[in-house]
């Protein structure tokens, strides 16, 4: 009989040391466990990924076919169509390092990811924050741009 509770004494180096009895079988659904998570966690990077390298396709699509750009002339590179290829590029790379961290189990990529992506999240909240802080400023700034054009 095999009792969770039950202790086990070893001797070990001529003294008795305290063990717990070992499991039979949890090594291969331990080993299955973290099969599972490394592929779950590969194909979620691949797919942040692929959003990235979709999000720049569309921006070179916006690029040769939008009219929208012509809007804002002045300052060129707060076109619709340049900031979506900048993000998409920068969310490209960042999600390749989570990629092939996670393929290769490197933890110094995986560390480099999410500490990449915590920056971004933050950019991106400042920016929320500023554009919502200044919401009147950014409306007049393209209703000014609207009538200039």
Same mark, same amino acid.
């Given at each position: 009989?095999?009792?969770?509770?039950?202790?086990?004494?070893?001797?070990?180096?001529?003294?008795?040391?305290?063990?717990?009895?070992?499991?039979?079988?949890?090594?291969?659904?331990?080993?299955? +466990? *973290?099969?599972? @998570?490394?592929? !779950?966690?590969?194909?979620?990077?691949?797919? /942040?990924? &692929?959003?990235?390298?979709? $999000?720049?396709?569309?921006?070179?699509?916006?690029?040769?076919?939008?009219?929208?750009?012509?809007?804002?002339?002045?300052?060129?590179?707060?076109?619709?169509?340049?900031?979506?290829?900048?993000?998409?590029?920068?969310?490209? +790379? *960042?999600?390749? @390092?989570?990629? !092939?961290?996670?393929?290769?189990?490197?933890? /110094?990529? &995986?560390?480099?990811?999410? $500490?990449?992506?915590?920056?971004?999240?933050?950019?991106?909240?400042?920016?929320?924050?500023?554009?919502?802080?200044?919401?009147?400023?950014?409306?007049?700034?393209?209703?000014?741009?609207?009538?200039?054009?």
């Amino acid at each position: 009989m095999n009792f969770p509770h039950l202790v086990i004494w070893t001797l070990v180096n001529n003294s008795l040391q305290l063990r717990s009895p070992r499991r039979r079988g949890s090594g291969r659904m331990n080993r299955s +466990c *973290v099969r599972c @998570l490394k592929h !779950l966690v590969v194909s979620l990077h691949f797919l /942040c990924w &692929l959003c990235g390298a979709f $999000v720049v396709a569309f921006g070179e699509f916006q690029m040769m076919h939008s009219s929208f750009a012509s809007l804002v002339t002045t300052f060129w590179p707060i076109y619709p169509a340049n900031t979506l290829v900048v993000t998409g590029a920068i969310v490209t +790379c *960042v999600c390749y @390092l989570g990629v !092939l961290g996670g393929m290769q189990e490197n933890r /110094c990529m &995986l560390i480099t990811f999410y $500490v990449l992506l915590f920056i971004l999240m933050l950019v991106e909240l400042a920016m929320a924050c500023v554009f919502f802080v200044y919401n009147k400023e950014v409306e007049e700034f393209c209703t000014c741009m609207q009538e200039v054009c």
